[in-house]
């Protein structure tokens, strides 16, 4: 069972225009959210995280928004550059993390 | 470097062989995880050590599979008779308990090809 789902396999936004990525959940154990960001030939990066207690984490220009009565998350970054095009994933933690599919987001100049 | 390293990052192997993977991580992390990552999925949890102490496996690591962490510093992962469904990326992470434990930091990562 997919208990971290990224429903969007990619994305594509212009630069400088918001990219608003998304990520849904079912186990309501799940108590840290985080972004990991990879690219090619790389192991996925650490990018932002949201403790359950939170709505809302900010760094630059990262937010993680938490909806936990939807069990939503999403990652909203503004302004999107070039360099943003990666494969984004969302996971949730427990005790370990628990991966999404991914989502490829490309930002085009 | 202070990052995670894995050796080697490319293993080309035949169906049957044994293989083995190592894993580097920060220094002062005493948690270490094993993931898989096949195409178009996110990585998947295999194990997990706390120093040298081997702390959950997941049902997905067969009895094919054995990792060690034996000094609580670098790891090494084999796969015994290596099968072509074997075939995906190995990550490995770090991370430091009392920390953010839920912060792992990846390395690049040893892809397998099982022929």
């Known amino acids: 069972d997919q208990q971290v789902k990224q429903n969007s396999p990619s994305l594509s936004v212009q630069e400088g225009r918001i990219s608003i990525l998304n990520c849904d959940y079912t186990?309501?154990?799940?108590?840290?959210f985080l972004w990991y960001k990879k690219y090619p030939a790389e192991g996925p990066t650490f990018l932002i995280s949201i403790s359950s207690i939170k709505d809302k984490n900010e760094d630059g220009r990262f937010t993680v928004f938490l909806n936990k009565s939807a069990k939503h998350l999403s990652l909203h970054i503004v302004p999107s550059q070039p360099g943003d095009s990666a494969v984004y994933f969302c996971a949730a933690s427990a005790d370990k993390l628990v991966f999404g599919a991914g989502t490829i987001l490309r930002v085009k100049s | 470097d202070t990052g995670v390293s894995q050796n080697p990052r490319h293993k080309i192997t035949k169906r049957g062989q044994n293989v083995t993977f190592r894993c580097d991580p920060i220094?002062?992390?005493?948690?270490l995880y094993w993931y898989r990552q096949t195409l178009g999925q996110g990585p998947e949890f295999l194990t997990y050590f706390q120093n040298e102490a081997q702390l959950e496996k997941s049902r997905l690591l067969s009895d094919r599979f054995s990792a060690e962490r034996p000094k609580g510093s670098f790891s090494t992962l084999e796969i015994q008779r290596t099968e072509q469904g074997d075939s995906a990326m190995y990550l490995c992470?770090?991370?430091?308990?009392?920390?953010?434990?839920?912060?792992?930091?990846f390395g690049p990562g040893t892809r397998l090809t099982v022929t």
């Open positions: 220094s002062e992390h005493n948690r």
């Open positions: 992470a770090s991370s430091l308990a009392g920390g953010i434990v839920h912060e792992q930091y």
């Open positions: 186990n309501s154990m799940f108590d840290y």
